[in-house]
């Protein structure tokens, strides 16, 4: 069975300062994990995943995500906050030979950035 | 472009009645799947389908139905045993390797209220 966990509804953040999303993920096998970023009323994007190459994953509009296999996470961060960052963020974990539809989405996090 | 478009935007459904959610990718996708977006919970899984005329249950199947009869196109009905059926409904499609990696490519999406 897998489960992903993102710690906090919601976090805000001020322009320019860290974001800091945190996603926990339970796996018996390893894992392959994605995170997926979603304006209102629109359906989710991809902005990075973990394949089992390089446990340091960039993506796109200045993200990236370490995967940590000691910890079970996979963290989202980016350096400066803009106020286009503004979304709701999904972790989501998948194994090796499931059918990416029975991937296991987290609760969602909800990022606010203030001015 | 490629990429999956969903219609209506918006559906209003009246009690006892069943509604159709069309889904359609041009992205040549095997697989497609249908999710639930409520407030908070995240997107749950309610049908997929890996290849043309098979489908499979997700988690929340239950007062729903699918069809598969083009590859391009997999459309969702709500019907009337779904006595819950407010929510934000996302399509998404991937290639069908099986091996766990695939992302998902999401439609904007359909919101369907009860009138």
């Known amino acids: 069975a897998q489960s992903v966990t993102q710690l906090g509804s919601h976090v805000s953040v001020s322009e320019g300062a860290l974001v800091l999303l945190r996603c926990n993920y339970s796996?018996?096998?390893?894992?392959?994990l994605f995170w997926y970023v979603q304006y209102p009323n629109q359906g989710l994007q991809l902005l990075l995943k973990y394949t089992s190459a390089a446990t340091l994953v960039k993506g796109i509009n200045g993200f990236e995500a370490e995967f940590k296999k000691s910890e079970t996470s996979f963290h989202l961060t980016k350096p400066s906050a803009h106020m286009s960052d503004a979304a709701e963020y999904f972790c989501a974990v998948t194994t090796y030979n499931t059918n990416a539809g029975k991937s296991t989405f987290g609760d969602g996090t909800t990022l606010t950035v203030k001015p | 472009d490629g990429g999956i478009t969903q219609s209506p935007k918006y559906l209003f459904r009246k009690e006892g009645q069943n509604v159709t959610l069309s889904c359609e990718q041009n992205l040549n996708h095997d697989a497609m799947y249908w999710y639930r977006q409520d407030p908070g919970q995240g997107l749950r899984l309610i049908y997929y389908s890996q290849i043309v005329n098979d489908f499979q249950k997700g988690d929340i199947a239950e007062g729903y139905s699918v069809s598969r009869e083009k590859k391009e196109s997999f459309p969702l009905t709500v019907t009337s045993a779904q006595k819950n059926p407010t929510a934000f409904y996302l399509c998404?499609?991937?290639?069908?390797?099986?091996?766990?990696?695939?992302?998902?490519?999401f439609g904007p999406g359909t919101r369907l209220l009860v009138l």
């Open positions: 998404a499609s991937s290639t069908s390797s099986g091996g766990g990696v695939e992302t998902q490519y």
């Open positions: 796996s018996s096998v390893p894992p392959y």
